[in-house]
Structure formats: C-alpha cells, structure tokens
C-alpha cells in the first residue's frame, strides 16, 4: 500500500525533461523580450526619467506625469463640450479645450521650442481656433495624489484651471500666438496630398493634380488671417464628478489602455477620465481688440467628455473618433482610436531601423481602443486589441467627392458581457465634411516640435448598429452629432477587410 502511494505521489511530479508547450514558449520568450526592451531603456535610453514616470502612475493615467520627467515630453488633456442645437443647419454646438505642456529635454539649443499651451478648437466667428503660448513656470500641477483620487486632476496654466470637475478660462491677449501663414499653407498641401493618397487607393475617376486643395482656405485667404487682432477668451465650465461615466479598471487593466499600460516605453499613452458627463453650466466668451465685439457660446445643459494623452511624440498614423451624443439612447458614449504603434519604444525601434533594417517592420504593429458604452443597460462593451477575444473585423477610409465628405467604417467583434457564449458585432461609421477640420498643433517626431499637423473635426457624425452575432438581434441602433474624428498619415496601413 505504501508503495502503491508513494509511486503515484512521484507520478504527480511534473518531469523537468518534458518540454512545455509551444504557447507556454512563446509567452516566455515574449516576456524575456519585453524585459530584455525595458532593461535596455532603463540602463541605456536618456528617458529613463519617462519610463519611470510611467511605472509609477500605472493606476493613475489622468494625473499630471510629468513633475520628475527630465527629457523630451508632452502631456495634453482633451476635454470637449457638445450642445444640441435646435437648427437643422447646425444640429450641434461643439467645442474643445487641449492644455498642455511640452518639454523638449536638457538640450540648450532647442529650449526655445519648450513652452505650456491652451489650445481651443471649434470657436464660432471669423476664427475657429486659437493658439495661447505660456512659459513652462506658468504651468503648475495643483492634482491631488491621495488614494481614491486616481481620477482627479487639477493643472493651473497662467490664470486659467483645468480640473476633472472645472474649467475656469482667462486667456489674454498677450498670450495669442498667431500660427504663421507659411505653417498652414504646408499643413494645408499636406492635407490635400494625404486625401489625394486616400482618393487614388480606391481606384476612383482621375481628378486634377492639387484637386483638394481647394477645399481648404486659399492662399489669399490665409494672408488676411495674418493680420486678426489677437483675442482674449474668457469661460466657466462645471461638470461635477459624480455625474461622470468612468471606465472601470482593475490590476489587470489599469486604464482605457489595458494590459498594454504596463509597458513604459511606449511613445504615447493614452488615459480617459470620463467617457460622458452633463454640463450644468458653462460659457465660454471671445471679446476681440475692439473691446466691444464679443462672441459667447452657452453650454448650459450640454455634455461632456474628457481624455489625454502623455509621451515623447504623437504616433506617426491614426484615426480616433469619439461621440457621446446620440439620439436614441442618450448618456451612451463612443470612443475609437487605431494608430501605428513602436511596440519597443522609439529607441529600439530607431536602432533597429539603422543596425538591422530587415527588421524594422516587425517594431510596428497596429494598436486599437474601442469601446461603447450602454446607457440604458448600464453595459460597456470592449473590442480593444488587448480584450482576449475581439476582433476588427474591418476598417475602411473612403471619400465621396460629391457631397465632400470623408468616412471611417469599422466592424469590430467581441464577447458579450452579459453571456460569454454569445458574440457581439459593433458597425460604426463617422462622417466628416472635407475642409471643414481645424488645424491643431501637436508634439511631432519628424519636426522636433509642436507642429500644425492634425485635422480635427469636432462637428462629424455617426452612425452606430449593435447586435449580437449568432440571433442576429439588434441591440442598439442610432446617430451621434457633434462628433470628434482625426484622421492622420498613411492611413491605408491601418486599413484592414475580412
């Protein structure tokens, strides 16, 4: 009896000699790869400040990271307010407030390029967006660290306060800064080229050479820009925190990121504080060198939204897209970001790049964030890269030339929350009108700087069908006004069909 028990307590023990599974393999080989990555940016990398930074705020992605950040750096929050109107030629008001701050590192030479920003987007009258320039002392982070907090922010850029709850604007005059004629003139050429790009790869009807191009402001036109008087802005925004749809995170997945938070290095994050909130108050009021012309836009019982984003440089492509302003079910929110994404961090990847070129497609992958949430069924449903069991299925930028508009179409798949055995479908699509986006700067890798590059548009559509796979049962089926979409680079290389 003994015997028998002793023998088949040693068949229990695993036999070292027996090798482990491919997948085990391949999970240890990844693990070792990534530690290899971190060891030598730690060791190597002059951002070690950076990764560290990272690593410490893991489970506070809104809060300021940049207080013991040495190198290059930029941190923006986005927080966006959307208003119906009552008009069917402008069904939505909508606007966005990005302050932020960049860094450009120890580097003597290019401090000048260093500064604190406030960036509004989406200003009614003859500008429909302003610049306003601070030195980097005028930005203070006043965000509270405490436990419970991890969602709370509070930065201060001259007299102006950014917080997850308030908005207080005073932007001088003096702090205007008039983008120059000849940077909107090359971020106009390579707009219209990068939509030429988009139009030839669907082999569509020639067009002339320069066709898109006058679709953006002429040439004329931007010289008379040149000489708007600078402008103040003044504004109140409340959205009180606990009227706030939060994502819920766990150790697992510490923010809208997922697992991928816990890698240091990527080149830029991204962190969302509340996917949809109401606006009880809120003004914002625009009062030109006249002193007697003013422009104020309410948003008193508006909505709201608000993300950010911190790293080194922008990606080098993306779509995003958000909307929280739909018609059938109100309270639901959208969010959607593809990029192209240096999975080793720009280091390893710009040295892979020079050493071993062979390689370099393999530092580049494509990177998703997409999630919806149901407000009447209180259900968030994720189809981001990192859920085990998403898909995108297909993602698609088109233009129709006759009636100016440009469209991201996407099919993405996931599990439903409410029965894991069930496959959910979401199908969205998001509409802009060509020429109709505003010029934002933003940390640029190729220029070294904060450069207009981006076209946002806060004023797109979207259409929005939810079902479940197998019973074909529509769960969801609406329309978004007022929504955000950025389209930027070569987008043909996140495109993808089944």
């Not at 909508?94 to 989406?122: N, Q």
């Not at 850029?157 to 932007?171: K, P, Q, R």
């Not at 749809?245 to 290095?265: E, N, V, W």
């Not at 233009?399 to 996407?410: A, D, K």
Request: aromatic residues 10%; proline residues 7%; hydrophobic residues 35%.
């Amino acid at each position: 009896m003994t015997h028998s028990s002793t023998s088949a307590n040693k068949a229990k023990v695993p036999d070292p000699s027996i090798s482990s599974s491919p997948l085990d393999n391949r999970v240890r080989l990844s693990l070792l790869v990534l530690l290899s990555v971190l060891l030598f940016q730690l060791t190597l990398s002059p951002k070690t400040s950076y990764l560290l930074s990272n690593i410490k705020n893991i489970r506070r992605p809104i809060h300021y990271h940049g207080q013991d950040v040495t190198t290059k750096f930029f941190e923006g929050w986005y927080i966006k307010m959307v208003k119906l109107n009552e008009t069917a030629h402008e069904p939505a008001r909508s606007m966005a407030l990005i302050p932020g701050i960049y860094r450009t590192g120890p580097t003597v030479s290019d401090k000048h390029k260093e500064h604190a920003f406030v960036i509004v987007v989406g200003l009614p009258g003859p500008e429909h967006f302003a610049y306003y320039r601070f030195p980097t002392t005028d930005f203070v982070d006043l965000g509270s660290h405490a436990p419970g907090d991890e969602n709370a922010f509070r930065i201060k850029i001259g007299n102006s306060l950014f917080a997850h709850n308030e908005v207080i604007l005073d932007l001088p005059a003096d702090h205007f800064e008039h983008v120059p004629t000849e940077e909107l003139e090359s971020f106009y050429s390579a707009a219209s080229r990068q939509y030429e790009h988009q139009y030839h790869s669907n082999d569509q009807s020639p067009i002339p050479k320069g066709f898109f191009r006058d679709f953006f402001p002429t040439s004329a036109q931007l010289s008379q820009r040149a000489g708007q008087e600078p402008f103040t802005i003044q504004g109140h925004i409340l959205f009180p925190a606990k009227d706030q749809t939060l994502l819920p995170t766990s150790r697992l997945i510490p923010s809208i990121m997922g697992i991928t938070a816990y890698l240091p290095f990527l080149e830029c994050n991204h962190g969302v504080a509340s996917m949809y909130h109401p606006i009880p108050k809120g003004h914002i009021t625009t009062s030109y060198a006249d002193n007697v012309t003013q422009v104020k836009v309410i948003f008193d019982g508006g909505v709201g939204y608000i993300e950010k984003d911190w790293g080194i440089n922008f990606p080098s492509t993306w779509i995003w897209g958000q909307a929280n302003i739909f018609t059938q079910s109100p309270g639901s929110s959208l969010l959607m970001s593809v990029a192209s994404i240096p999975v080793l961090g720009p280091d390893v990847k710009d040295w892979i790049d020079e050493h071993l070129p062979i390689l370099s497609p393999l530092t580049t992958a494509r990177g998703m964030l997409l999630v919806y949430y149901h407000e009447a069924t209180k259900t968030l449903y994720n189809f981001s890269t990192y859920m085990l069991f998403a898909r995108l299925r297909e993602l698609k930028v088109t233009l129709n030339v006759e009636q100016r508009t440009q469209t991201v179409s996407f099919r993405a798949t996931t599990r439903d929350p409410h029965n894991f055995f069930e496959t959910v479908a979401l199908q969205v699509s998001i509409t802009r009108e060509i020429g109709t986006g505003v010029p934002l700067r933003a940390p640029t890798r190729a220029k070294g700087r904060m450069a207009t590059n981006v076209e946002e548009a806060v004023l797109a559509r979207t259409e929005l069908k939810l079902w479940r796979v197998e019973s074909g049962e529509v769960l969801v089926e609406d329309e978004g006004l007022g929504s955000g979409l950025e389209i930027e680079g070569d987008v043909q290389w996140l495109e993808t069909t089944e």
